[in-house]
């Protein structure tokens, strides 16, 4: 069957082609060949036919699908076509005079060229455009097409509208581009025309029918807030394709759209990475992320196989959570050996064990407890995991000569007042200690919230909309800086790659987000007005602050190449100091004595506050009704050479 269809196209091209040849010279003669001349034509037809069909072959015509013929294949036509032309040109040059049976006028040539091009490109398209019409029609069968507004006539905006016409049985028909930018008004592009500004929403919907609004654009949280909330003014639902700004080539995966999410709200523009320098702390070395299993840890190890290292090494002590992440790593990096190790950074044998057998060039640290309230309740553990499992981490990598050593920090360790963020706060003045005497180079780096992370805000308050409500909220001035997790990990391995030793470095985490507007946010994301899911505030927690802090004035927050990393520069700490505290808290963490344990963390962090005052009692308040004052925020500082403001402690 393959070789029948194969000859009955060729047999077509023969037919295109004479076609063209008979039609060129009635072109030429303008449609009556005198008698003297139709020998002429007769006789070189076949020999014309020979010489295209020869470039056909040559090029590999022949071999491709009507079916799916694009810009690549039409290029290969003209190719063919060119080659043949230029043959017979050759032949005309060079036998003139001798054997004029066989020469073309030029006039012939010209247009023989011209018409054969045509026919067999045009042939070729015909078919493509019935098969996708009969396809369409057995997809789509009797069911009626959302109409959609496409937010965005850029790049994106194209492919996605094009991506949509190939694709009917997603049961999405885009009936026009809405964009801000006016000189775009009125212009077709992509086969559809640019109806108007965001403004002009409801009232093109309105005019085109249209249910949907299908965001398209690398927008701001900002930008992409007020498009959402403009849409459910005037009764349309707005999806999203994430991710438009990573479009590679000229297709999109259109099974990506989606409800538009809070980090679609709270993003900021993608972050730009040297690729180059983290493929070479990365690429063909053995890789160690601790905590693999957790939100930063799994995403850490995504991040990393992008990079081909030459092993992963996957340590986690939750055995669901490391089968999910390897089981998810092996069918995506088929090509990478991925190890998975069950194992608790602070049982020191098992993770020496680990070391010596698979030798770690790069480390990053990301195993630790983090729960603010459960580490008040739980002080030995805290002490345990995130300042033992640390230091034991610590010294392995220092023993076995770890080329880099990266610590996965919190802005929680800045003049703590909890159990958690004193605890990270002593493994950052150790790491950093350990820095000054080892060959390895000890990083460590320090962040806020991360949207959507294991236990965090926004998970709880989905959850809690989705049984009515009421959002539980400590305090209505509580504000805090967000990340999405991959820009998270993405520059913990930039500022990873760029360290040299003994450095804290902060990210930039943008501005504060008041928790109680997140929650508002959620609720409209959620589908319900602002007076159907009340908001209780119920009274901060132990440990908590109103907001968080990136670094103290001491710290000297300096300004790297990145324009998103800074590296707060403070004196070290004596290492035998350092080393004798840690030992001491590590000896308490038995004791369960909660207020011993505190002190302890107050002699090794001064700056440790304790507790913090509970709140008022709780009250419960639709969201617009909250009117409280402003917190006051931390001083902005400059660095002396002008960077970036960084945020400092009062």
């Given at each position: 069957?393959?070789h ?41 037809w ?7 069909l ?18 690549r ?25 001798s ?13 023989n ?47 996605v ?11 999405l ?7 801000d ?7 077709e ?12 929403l ?51 995966n ?27 702390s990365?690429?063909d ?5 601790t905590?693999?299993g ?14 081909h290292p ?44 680990v ?7 790069c ?30 981490m ?12 990266v ?8 003049n ?18 350990l ?7 000890f ?7 991360v ?19 009421p ?26 790659a ?10 930039d ?5 008041r ?12 589908g319900f ?22 670094s103290?004035?001491g ?6 190449k ?18 004798r ?22 002699v ?18 639709p ?12 001083k ?11 945020i400092?402690?009062?």
């Amino acid at each position: 069957m393959r070789h029948f269809r194969r000859a009955a196209q060729i047999t077509l091209d023969l037919a295109v082609l004479s076609i063209a040849y008979w039609l060129a010279y009635l072109i030429r003669f303008e449609f009556q060949i005198p008698d003297s001349w139709l020998t002429h034509v007769i006789v070189g037809w076949p020999y014309v036919l020979v010489v295209e069909l020869a470039a056909l072959m040559i090029v590999g015509v022949p071999r491709f699908s009507w079916r799916y013929v694009s810009i690549r294949e039409t290029v290969r036509i003209a190719i063919a076509t060119g080659i043949s032309s230029l043959v017979l040109v050759v032949v005309r040059l060079g036998l003139s005079g001798s054997v004029d049976l066989f020469l073309l006028p030029f006039g012939v040539l010209l247009a023989n060229c011209f018409l054969g091009f045509v026919g067999l490109v045009g042939m070729r398209a015909t078919r493509r455009v019935y098969v996708e019409m009969q396809s369409r029609k057995q997809r789509t069968g009797e069911r009626e097409l959302t109409r959609v507004l496409l937010i965005g006539a850029g790049q994106a905006g194209v492919i996605v509208a094009r991506e949509l016409a190939a694709r009917p049985d997603l049961g999405l028909q885009a009936v026009g581009f809405l964009d801000d930018d006016v000189r775009k008004h009125g212009l077709e592009i992509g086969g559809l025309t640019v109806l108007g500004t965001t403004a002009d929403l409801g009232r093109i919907a309105e005019r085109k029918h249209a249910t949907r609004a299908l965001i398209t654009i690398a927008a701001s949280g900002t930008d992409i807030r007020r498009i959402v909330h403009l849409c459910r003014d005037v009764g349309l639902e707005a999806k999203i394709i994430p991710g438009v700004h990573e479009i590679v080539g000229d297709r999109v995966n259109l099974s990506r759209i989606r409800q538009v999410a809070i980090e679609d709200l709270l993003g900021r523009a993608p972050v730009q990475l040297d690729d180059l320098q983290i493929g070479e702390s990365i690429r063909d070395a053995v890789v160690m992320v601790t905590g693999a299993g957790g939100s930063i840890g799994s995403e850490l190890s995504r991040q990393v196989c992008r990079f081909h290292p030459k092993k992963l090494l996957l340590v986690e002590r939750f055995e669901n959570a490391l089968f999910e992440i390897h089981r998810e790593l092996i069918a995506t990096f088929p090509e990478l050996t991925i190890v998975p190790q069950i194992a608790d950074v602070t049982d020191s044998h098992r993770m020496e064990h680990v070391f010596a057998v698979h030798r770690p060039a790069c480390v990053f640290h990301a195993a630790a407890h983090k729960h603010v309230p459960l580490m008040e309740e739980n002080p030995g553990e805290a002490i345990k995991n995130n300042v033992g499992g640390t230091k034991a981490m610590a010294d392995l990598a220092n023993r076995f000569q770890v080329e880099r050593f990266v610590m996965i920090s919190t802005d929680k360790a800045v003049n703590p007042t909890s159990v958690m963020g004193a605890t990270k706060r002593v493994a950052e003045i150790y790491v950093q200690a350990l820095a000054q005497h080892s060959a390895t180079r000890f990083l460590t780096v320090r962040f806020g919230n991360v949207l959507g992370s294991n236990g965090s805000v926004i998970p709880i308050f989905k959850e809690q909309i989705s049984r009515g409500g009421p959002i539980k909220v400590t305090h209505p001035d509580m504000r805090r800086y967000f990340m999405t997790i991959p820009e998270a990990t993405q520059l913990v391995l930039q500022a990873g790659a760029m360290g040299q030793g003994g450095e804290i470095f902060i990210l930039d985490m943008g501005e504060p987000v008041r928790i109680v507007d997140l929650a508002r946010d959620l609720i409209s994301l959620s589908g319900f007005r602002s007076d159907e899911i009340a908001i209780e505030f119920t009274g901060m927690r132990p440990g908590e602050k109103l907001f968080e802090e990136l670094s103290t004035d001491g710290e000297h927050a300096d300004k790297t190449k990145h324009p998103k990393i800074f590296i707060g520069r403070i004196p070290a700490s004596v290492l035998a100091d350092a080393e004798r505290r840690l030992l001491d808290l590590l000896t308490l963490s038995n004791t369960n004595d909660g207020d011993q344990i505190r002190r302890a963390l107050r002699v090794v962090v001064p700056e440790y506050g304790g507790e913090s005052l509970l709140a008022p009692a709780p009250v419960v308040t639709p969201p617009e009704e909250s009117t409280s004052a402003q917190p006051e925020f931390p001083k902005v500082r400059k660095d002396a050479s002008g960077a970036q403001p960084v945020i400092a402690a009062s």
